[in-house]
């Protein structure tokens, strides 16, 4: 199974100010059709999921271009250029590179 | 507006069963990879399953082969999961999702239902 490692897992930040989470993969997610099979999730308090980020750089529809995703093979990261209050919750990377699709731990943002 | 609405989890007793059902409207599933993933109370995303449009071909994480079934039924747009011999570590909340890939694909979910808490205890 591929391992995916997020850092870090705790992660204050001040409203205004840039924060960077790191994800690394144990197995190269990049697929020789030259997508890299990585996508970004946050989870708010009592909600399900919401992507973020897939193929490790593509917004999703909706997504405030403050969020950023870059990265290839086995080192990724999610970028906020100005966190705000609504950010708050729970990242996580995940892989489809193969199955078993597998996740990150989470990183948990919090407003200091 | 897409929506997936998940029914059927509660309590079941070790060794027990459940069927859960995901009801989907704003698209036709048999046109989209769909799956489950869940989270077990205060812990973290696990994938649980996923079927392809390509076949119909199934894929389950290694904790419930054998033991868990994902189907649909595309006349009703509904994805199941039927779940034999639980165990206590498969309480968590279940998501149903879908992935916009068609094929033998199953990358990336953009859309997640609100979850049905499945909990096995004695």
């Known amino acids: 199974d591929i391992v995916m490692t997020q850092s870090p897992l705790s992660l204050p930040v001040t409203p205004g100010e840039p924060a960077s989470i790191s994800c690394r993969s144990s197995?190269?997610?990049?697929?020789?059709?030259?997508?890299?099979?990585l996508d970004w999730y946050l989870q708010k308090s009592g909600q399900s999921p919401q992507l973020l980020i897939h193929?490790?750089?593509n917004r999703a529809p909706g997504v405030p271009d403050r969020f950023s995703g870059s990265g290839s093979g086995t080192d990724f990261t999610l970028k906020i250029s100005r966190v705000e209050a609504e950010d708050v919750g729970v990242y996580y990377c995940?892989?489809?590179?193969?199955?078993?699709?597998?996740f990150g731990q989470g990183t948990r943002l919090e407003i200091k | 507006e897409v929506q997936l609405l998940e029914s059927g989890g509660g309590l079941a007793q070790p060794g027990g069963s459940l069927r859960l059902s995901c009801a989907v409207s704003?698209?036709?599933?048999?046109?989209?990879?769909m799956g489950w993933v869940r989270q077990a109370p205060g812990k973290g995303l696990q994938w649980v399953s996923a079927?392809?449009?390509?076949?119909?071909?199934?894929y389950y994480a290694a904790a419930v082969e054998g033991r868990f079934t994902i189907s649909r039924d595309n006349s009703k747009n509904t994805l199941y999961l039927q779940m034999n011999s639980l165990r206590a570590d498969d309480t968590a909340v279940y998501y149903c999702?879908?992935?916009?890939?068609?094929?033998?694909?199953?990358?990336?979910?953009?859309?997640w239902g609100q979850g049905t808490l499945v909990t096995v205890s004695s």
């Open positions: 197995q190269s997610l990049l697929h020789s059709n030259g997508n890299n099979y």
């Open positions: 704003g698209f036709s599933i048999s046109s989209y990879a």
């Open positions: 999702v879908k992935s916009p890939c068609i094929g033998n694909c199953y990358s990336t979910f953009d859309y």
């Open positions: 193929l490790g750089s």
């Open positions: 995940m892989q489809a590179r193969q199955t078993p699709v597998t």
């Open positions: 079927v392809v449009t390509s076949g119909g071909v199934t």
